[in-house]
């Protein structure tokens, strides 16, 4: 692809100065096969010449053990720099891999360093649609144009698309789910007489080791085959699903499998027929197995037609009150995939006790890269802090998040605008992910870094980029989410201020605030409950008011305006700080951008600039609506007088 074809588009990490300290320098890539191939077109793209006497070498071990599937070993002795791999994707991921090193991956001598992903699959889920939803646009909660793999309901070229892959392997990441969850009539077609579009973008993808998943309709049997059920218990349906799966290999040889929202949101599911979960996760796993590939099933259901009167219904319970009783049902190649909080990516949220309660099922986190709650890539807000907390929980025991998840999902921030991400700095978090996912226990801040040096430039004002987004996910959380309360935003679009906006919806997500105090009580004690579904530890702190932590009091405490935080504050006084406090600090963020001026690109300056200065709006908003409200409901004011409306 010449780069010709994607001009106006922003190179993002891979602009060709990321690829400065290989070019010119002497490759040989032993290897055959296609992805071989990708990373000697690599070499001669980043300006490298293929030779026998190289000074970068990428090998086959030509063993199957130790670095598996995707993992390489990098070391450098006698001035070569050695890339080992047991398979062609560690090739191609040690190369990535040099390129971030840049001039260290050529200077001295290294011992050899292994590399091998923590998570065998690293995706990212599209909640694209072929057309604009009336309601949502073309990308479900996406904040970055339209859909990079189709336009007005039709394919779009999809050299784009093959950037993108460039991309994404450059991160790790090896799945991708190209539609929406949610699937609409025409997105259900793409499965049958519409799989050959499927086949064109998984071609895009494959030469990067990156494998295409499709979002299905369990009500398939009916929409698409004309069956009059969907019953997975049904050896008609079985069959359709098996004949359909078949089919689908026929056109993409190497297809990954499905994604399935079912019984959640009015997506059809096994319920309607009166079937578990499991069943319906079966019946697709079993339609895949025969090909190698997976299924996964969302753990993402609950009853979204609450009546809020109803004291007694969480929805933070229903994901573990559903598919705990099912652990040890579910078949190899079917992965659960579970979203990192019990309620839905909200800023701030226990993790989901899901994840530890499921030992016999495969398991995937599910995280929100798209930033639906988090700012909709208006607001500057670098997520890897937040990630990383997620992944180092220490859920079970010792055994962290990430020790638990098999795979790592998110859904994707990505769409066709010139940055990919609409803000650029969003483009961090798409890296972040990647990196996270491969590896959970790096450092968010030098994730970060890298990504600066790689698409800013190594002479950028970095400490102006680290004073704007290494907090920026706790200031965001500052300025709106108080200790652990979610859903204050706007119903529908879900950005900006409205604290009573869901209280009296049928979504479950309220905060119950009255003019003596706020929170949900989950506990066992006199609350829902919801507590007794952790493991220990965790089942006894979120049950005590003392030691659950503040941010989360909120979550699982309904607690008095005057009571007293570990921090010393009041929670109605920290609710006052901290939002002034946020707001302020989003004012710093925009004076320190200016600091980038002159140092990248002038349309990318103004384009931060301008996210910036809606950041600073939004945030005073949110600050006053907030403070507003909870000065009004308790009466109580602030200690340091300032001004509330
Ligand atoms: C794709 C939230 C979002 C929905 C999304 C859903 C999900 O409720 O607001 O847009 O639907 O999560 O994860 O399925």
Not at 2 to 9: F, I, N, P, Q, R
Not at 129 to 136: K, R
Not at 150 to 166: H, I, K, M, N, T
Not at 342 to 365: G, K, L, Y
């Given at each position: 692809?010449?780069?010709?074809?994607?001009?106006?588009?922003?190179?993002a990490?891979?602009p060709p100065?990321?690829?400065?300290?290989?070019?010119?320098?002497?490759?040989?890539?032993?290897?055959?096969?296609?992805?071989?191939?990708t990373?000697r077109?690599?070499?001669v793209r980043?300006?490298?010449?293929l030779a026998e006497?190289?000074?970068?070498?990428f090998?086959?071990?030509g063993d199957r053990?130790?670095?598996g599937?995707?993992?390489?070993?990098?070391?450098?002795?006698?001035g070569?720099?050695?890339?080992?791999?047991?398979?062609?994707?560690?090739?191609?991921?040690?190369f990535?891999?040099?390129?971030?090193?840049?001039e260290a991956?050529?200077?001295?001598?290294?011992?050899?360093?292994?590399?091998?992903?923590?998570?065998?699959?690293?995706?990212l889920?599209?909640w694209?649609n072929?057309?604009?939803?009336?309601?949502?646009?073309?990308?479900e909660?996406?904040?970055s144009?339209?859909?990079?793999?189709?336009?007005?309901?039709?394919q779009?070229?999809?050299?784009?698309?093959?950037?993108?892959?460039?991309?994404?392997?450059?991160t790790?990441i090896?799945?991708?789910?190209?539609?929406n969850?949610?699937?609409?009539?025409?997105e259900?077609?793409?499965?049958t007489?519409?799989?050959?579009?499927?086949?064109a973008v998984?071609?895009?993808?494959?030469?990067?080791?990156?494998?295409?998943?499709?979002?299905?309709?369990?009500?398939?049997?009916?929409?698409?085959?004309?069956?009059?059920?969907a019953?997975?218990?049904d050896?008609?349906v079985?069959?359709?699903w098996?004949e359909?799966?078949?089919?689908v290999y026929?056109?993409?040889?190497?297809f990954?499998?499905?994604?399935?929202?079912?019984d959640?949101e009015g997506?059809?599911?096994?319920?309607?027929?009166?079937?578990?979960?499991?069943d319906?996760?079966?019946?697709?796993?079993?339609a895949?197995?025969?090909?190698?590939?997976?299924?996964h099933?969302?753990?993402?259901?609950?009853?979204?037609?609450?009546?809020?009167?109803?004291?007694?219904?969480?929805?933070?319970?229903?994901?573990?009150?559903?598919?705990?009783?099912?652990?040890?049902?579910?078949?190899?190649?079917a992965?659960?995939?579970?979203?990192?909080g019990p309620?839905?990516?909200?800023t701030r949220?226990?993790?989901?006790?899901?994840?530890?309660?499921?030992?016999?099922?495969?398991?995937?986190?599910e995280?929100?890269?798209?930033?639906e709650?988090?700012?909709?890539q208006?607001?500057?807000?670098y997520?890897g802090?937040?990630?990383s907390?997620v992944?180092?929980?220490?859920?079970?025991?010792?055994?962290?998040?990430?020790?638990?998840?098999?795979e790592?999902?998110a859904?994707?921030?990505?769409g066709?605008?010139?940055?990919w991400?609409?803000?650029?700095?969003?483009?961090?978090?798409l890296?972040a992910?990647?990196?996270?996912?491969?590896e959970p226990s790096?450092?968010?801040?030098?994730?970060l870094?890298?990504?600066?040096?790689?698409?800013?430039?190594?002479?950028?004002?970095r400490?102006?980029?680290?004073?704007?987004?290494?907090?920026?996910?706790?200031?965001?959380?500052?300025?709106?989410?108080?200790?652990?309360?979610?859903?204050?935003?706007?119903?529908?679009?879900h950005?900006?201020?409205?604290?009573?906006?869901?209280?009296?919806?049928?979504?479950?997500?309220?905060?119950?605030?009255?003019r003596?105090?706020?929170?949900?009580?989950?506990?066992r004690?006199?609350?829902?409950?919801?507590?007794?579904?952790?493991?220990?530890?965790?089942?006894?702190?979120?049950?005590?008011?003392?030691?659950?932590?503040?941010?989360?009091?909120?979550?699982?405490?309904?607690?008095?305006?005057?009571?007293?935080?570990?921090?010393?504050?009041?929670v109605?006084?920290?609710i006052y700080?901290t939002?002034f406090?946020?707001?302020e600090?989003?004012?710093?963020m925009?004076?320190?951008?200016d600091r980038?001026?002159g140092?990248?690109?002038?349309?990318?300056?103004?384009?931060?600039?301008?996210?910036?200065?809606?950041?600073?709006?939004?945030?005073?908003e949110w600050?006053?609506?907030?403070?507003?409200y909870?000065?009004?409901?308790s009466?109580?004011?602030?200690?340091?007088?300032?001004?509330i409306?």
């Amino acid at each position: 692809m010449s780069t010709d074809e994607l001009a106006g588009v922003h190179p993002a990490w891979l602009p060709p100065r990321a690829f400065r300290a290989i070019a010119a320098r002497r490759v040989a890539v032993h290897g055959t096969g296609p992805l071989a191939d990708t990373v000697r077109e690599e070499a001669v793209r980043a300006g490298a010449t293929l030779a026998e006497d190289a000074e970068l070498v990428f090998k086959l071990t030509g063993d199957r053990a130790p670095l598996g599937d995707e993992g390489f070993a990098i070391s450098r002795a006698g001035g070569v720099t050695l890339v080992l791999a047991d398979a062609p994707a560690g090739l191609l991921h040690g190369f990535f891999h040099v390129v971030r090193l840049g001039e260290a991956a050529f200077t001295g001598e290294r011992p050899v360093e292994r590399h091998v992903p923590a998570m065998r699959r690293r995706m990212l889920d599209h909640w694209d649609n072929l057309d604009v939803h009336p309601v949502m646009g073309q990308v479900e909660r996406g904040y970055s144009g339209g859909s990079i793999f189709w336009e007005a309901g039709a394919q779009r070229d999809l050299a784009r698309v093959r950037a993108y892959a460039r991309l994404l392997a450059a991160t790790g990441i090896n799945a991708v789910a190209i539609n929406n969850v949610n699937v609409h009539r025409a997105e259900a077609h793409l499965l049958t007489d519409r799989v050959g579009e499927v086949a064109a973008v998984a071609a895009a993808f494959r030469p990067y080791g990156i494998r295409v998943h499709l979002s299905v309709s369990f009500a398939s049997p009916v929409v698409l085959g004309g069956l009059p059920t969907a019953d997975p218990l049904d050896p008609a349906v079985r069959a359709w699903w098996a004949e359909t799966t078949w089919r689908v290999y026929e056109a993409i040889p190497d297809f990954g499998g499905y994604v399935v929202k079912a019984d959640s949101e009015g997506q059809p599911g096994p319920f309607g027929y009166g079937r578990s979960h499991a069943d319906g996760a079966n019946l697709l796993a079993e339609a895949l197995e025969p090909f190698g590939g997976v299924v996964h099933w969302r753990a993402f259901v609950y009853n979204h037609r609450q009546d809020w009167r109803d004291r007694s219904t969480d929805r933070a319970r229903a994901a573990y009150d559903h598919f705990a009783p099912l652990d040890g049902q579910f078949r190899d190649n079917a992965i659960l995939q579970v979203k990192y909080g019990p309620i839905d990516f909200q800023t701030r949220e226990p993790i989901s006790p899901v994840i530890a309660a499921m030992p016999a099922t495969n398991v995937a986190v599910e995280l929100q890269v798209t930033q639906e709650y988090t700012g909709q890539q208006r607001h500057a807000c670098y997520l890897g802090p937040m990630w990383s907390e997620v992944l180092r929980f220490p859920l079970a025991g010792h055994v962290t998040v990430a020790g638990l998840a098999e795979e790592l999902v998110a859904v994707s921030n990505v769409g066709d605008d010139p940055y990919w991400t609409g803000h650029p700095l969003a483009q961090a978090n798409l890296y972040a992910f990647g990196r996270l996912a491969w590896e959970p226990s790096l450092d968010p801040l030098s994730i970060l870094d890298e990504w600066v040096d790689l698409t800013l430039g190594p002479d950028v004002d970095r400490e102006a980029l680290h004073g704007i987004l290494d907090d920026s996910w706790r200031t965001y959380e500052s300025y709106t989410a108080p200790l652990g309360v979610g859903f204050m935003v706007r119903p529908g679009h879900h950005y900006g201020p409205d604290v009573d906006g869901y209280e009296y919806t049928p979504w479950g997500t309220y905060h119950f605030a009255d003019r003596d105090g706020v929170g949900v009580d989950r506990t066992r004690a006199t609350g829902t409950g919801f507590t007794g579904q952790y493991p220990k530890p965790w089942s006894d702190v979120y049950e005590s008011v003392e030691r659950c932590p503040d941010e989360l009091l909120l979550f699982f405490h309904h607690v008095p305006y005057g009571h007293v935080l570990h921090n010393g504050a009041t929670v109605i006084q920290h609710i006052y700080d901290t939002h002034f406090a946020g707001a302020e600090r989003v004012e710093e963020m925009r004076r320190l951008w200016d600091r980038l001026d002159g140092q990248v690109d002038p349309a990318l300056f103004e384009r931060v600039r301008e996210r910036l200065d809606e950041q600073v709006r939004s945030a005073a908003e949110w600050r006053d609506q907030i403070n507003t409200y909870f000065h009004r409901k308790s009466g109580v004011p602030d200690a340091k007088g300032r001004r509330i409306y």
